[in-house]
């Protein structure tokens, strides 16, 4: 059974950092596309960042690029996203999510892409 497990999150005052990780329980993580993905109350779930299976590539959502770097170890089976100059405006649920790709490296934004998720970790973000 897949499970992904994130971690890392809590409260931050505005500016500060955080990074999360993806614990992945995938037999082939080398294989997955991972994404990680924020809801924040009342609005729908987007994609903050995206990273391609060999970690090559990467795409960010331009609200937190420059801020926001996403990365891997497949050989940790382990994804992370660190978090600098946080905002209140960043403040949300932060779920990972994963995409077998038998060849193509690449990225995706869209939730409709990923099979995978995590149960989510809350970031909070205070000014």
């Known amino acids: 059974q897949v499970q992904l497990v994130e971690s890392g999150g809590g409260l931050v005052q505005a500016g500060g950092s955080l990074r999360l990780s993806c614990a992945a329980s995938?037999?082939?993580?080398?294989?997955?596309?991972m994404g990680w993905f924020r809801q924040a109350p009342g609005k729908e779930r987007e994609c903050v960042a995206t990273?391609?299976?060999?970690?090559?590539?990467?795409e960010y959502a331009e609200a937190v690029l420059g801020r926001f770097t996403i990365s891997r170890d497949n050989a940790k089976n382990t994804m992370y996203l660190q978090m600098n100059s946080l905002k209140p405006e960043d403040t949300a649920v932060y779920y990972c999510?994963?995409?077998?790709?038998?060849?193509?490296?690449?990225?995706?934004?869209?939730?409709?892409?990923?099979?995978?998720w995590g149960q989510g970790t809350q970031v909070t973000v205070s000014s």
């Open positions: 990273i391609s299976k060999s970690g090559t590539y990467s």
């Open positions: 995938l037999r082939t993580f080398s294989r997955y596309t």
């Open positions: 999510a994963a995409r077998f790709r038998f060849s193509l490296d690449d990225t995706l934004v869209s939730v409709r892409d990923y099979d995978y």
